[in-house]
């Protein structure tokens, strides 16, 4: 695998990478406001993970989600059957919208898939795991995390699948992978505006555990200022064995908790099923491209 970083561009945090027909595509959270008040979602796309495209709008909300107006996080996509799904958080509930293309335009399903009261913990930070066998999971929380399966319709849980986990160093940004025949767990420990924030993981060999916990993959390098290295997702690039783990960080150089950067490193899976800690490179992803309208107010 040879890729390097592109051009410079806005701010963006927790994404969520994915390959849809040989694209890969990045549905980050719009950064760069205090509060993480963002109400919008954009879309990046490459077919290199070297030269990213911003597609600009594909979900606001207030005006395409009527049921929340602040608070557009962390979101998730997933496909099955030729359409697309977009899971994100709105008001500490999780929704859920489809969309023809990866690139939307999406329509809200009109609810929450998981209310904001409907479990312990705070509702944020979806992600989606697909296993082997089409099953699909949802996987989402802040302190608790939680893992439901999907419905075939992908817009609902089952509830009676829901499985709760907590761990004295889960955050959020839960996020499942398979290789093989093991299971990797992995999240976020501590505050996004901490610059100790990380990832950790864990294995199993179910997609909902239990989970035997494996320590840091990813941390901070004050060294090379890189600091809270952290809300990430993992992907297999197709047709390869060769894995990348997407996440954010402070700004270099003067970035904090608001002002994010994305990151994609290698991830090395060594012979016996262990994780090799990653090495934090030293320049962000950027945009040599941008679809973006230029009276887009964000």
Known sequence: MNWSPASAGPYYADPSLVAFGGRFYLYPTTDGNEGWDSDVFHVL?????ASWEDHGEILRLGRDVPW???????PAAAEKNGLYYFYFTADDNIGVAVASSPTGPFIDS???IVPSDAHLGRTIDPAVFTDFDGA????????????????????????????????????????????????YLTWSENDTRDPSYRVRWATSDAPTGPWQERGVLLEQAPERGILATGHHSILRVPGTDDWVIAYHRFAVPDGDGFHRELVIDPLIHLPGGALAPVDPRAEPIRLTRSAIPETLDT
Request: net charge negative; no cysteine; glycine share 4%.
């Open 68 to 74: 929340a107006t602040r608070n557009a996080w962390a």
């Open 110 to 112: 009109g609810a929450p």
């Open 45 to 49: 796309s490459s077919d290199d993970l």
């Open 136 to 183: 699909a999971y949802l996987i989402w929380g802040n302190t608790v995390a939680h893992f439901a399966r999907l419905n075939d319709d992908m817009l609902s849980i089952d509830p009676a699948s829901v499985v709760d986990w907590e761990h004295p160093t889960f955050r959020e940004a839960a996020h499942i992978h398979r290789r093989g025949d093991t299971y």
